[in-house]
């Protein structure tokens, strides 16, 4: 995979690897959600959210303050709210990640 880009969570339990390309695949104006879906089909990124530890990406969305413990209780949808986070913060500050 050529211009893999480290994304990490602001703990640093989480970490992912995307291209630019697909964060712009996973945030950009309008719904995102059937990209994100479609971004969680790949292999590589699919692999990468399956070894996350589920307590690690509930406590990363859980920082943000915008889900309840009902919501965290969902392992595929807080997938989905991670790699969408991480997508955002590669598209919005893309500098930061350089």
């Given at each position: 995979m050529?211009d893999?880009?480290?994304?990490?969570?602001?703990s640093?339990?989480?970490?992912?690897?995307?291209?630019?390309?697909?964060?712009?695949?996973?945030?950009?104006?309008?719904?995102?959600?059937?990209?994100?879906?479609?971004?969680?089909?790949?292999?590589?990124?699919?692999?990468?959210?399956?070894s996350?530890d589920?307590a690690?990406?509930?406590?990363?969305?859980?920082?943000?303050?915008?889900?309840?413990e009902?919501h965290?209780a969902?392992?595929?949808?807080?997938?989905m709210?991670?790699?969408?986070?991480?997508c955002?913060?590669?598209?919005?500050?893309?500098d930061?990640?350089?």
């Amino acid at each position: 995979m050529s211009d893999v880009i480290f994304w990490s969570s602001s703990s640093g339990r989480v970490e992912l690897q995307l291209t630019m390309s697909e964060a712009h695949r996973g945030y950009h104006p309008g719904d995102c959600e059937g990209d994100i879906v479609d971004l969680m089909r790949d292999p590589f990124v699919r692999g990468q959210l399956e070894s996350l530890d589920p307590a690690d990406v509930a406590d990363t969305l859980r920082e943000t303050g915008a889900w309840t413990e009902t919501h965290l209780a969902d392992r595929e949808a807080n997938l989905m709210r991670l790699l969408w986070i991480a997508c955002a913060d590669l598209v919005d500050d893309p500098d930061l990640y350089q």
